[in-house]
């Protein structure tokens, strides 16, 4: 693929990914793994720990944003950061281990579920 596709390809990933963030609070990585595996050609598990790195900064972005609007609870958010932190440092010490089959097929079900709650407000 010519580098200028290549990276219009990758804008237009990441505009989706921030626009599901800005929206929805998170959810970028809905977009940016199968994007990155099936438009940008990535292995599976490069697009899930790529889409950790893109996710962080957008993240802190909508953060910035809901806060000066006055839309976080910073005490109730403590302890799920907390908690968070421990399981992004389990995950990431175990993720090179897991194979792709099962972490595609976990992500499945995430999104399924998600979506399920979703359609039913749950």
């Known amino acids: ?3 200028k596709k290549k990276t219009i390809r990758r804008a237009v990933t990441g505009a989706l990914a921030g626009a599901a963030n800005g929206f929805f609070g998170a959810g970028g ?3 940016l793994v199968p ?9 599976q598990r490069r697009a899930f720990a790529t889409s950790v790195a893109v996710i962080f ?3 802190a972005v909508s953060l ?3 806060f000066v609007k006055g839309g976080v609870d910073v005490a109730g958010a403590l302890p799920l950061l907390l908690g968070g932190l ?3 440092l389990i995950a990431g010490r175990v993720f090179g281990r897991v194979s792709v089959t099962l972490l595609r097929r976990g992500f499945g ?3 399924l579920y998600g ?4 359609v039913l407000l749950l």
Not at 115 to 118: E, M, N, P, S
């Open 35 to 43: 994007l990155f595996t099936k438009w940008l050609k990535m292995d």
């Open 29 to 31: 990585g809905l977009f």
């Open 1 to 3: 693929m010519r580098e």
């Open 109 to 111: 079900l995430l999104i």
């Open 86 to 88: 421990a399981g992004g």
């Open 64 to 66: 910035v944003i809901y």
């Open 115 to 118: 979506g399920i709650r979703a």
């Open 57 to 59: 900064p957008l993240s």
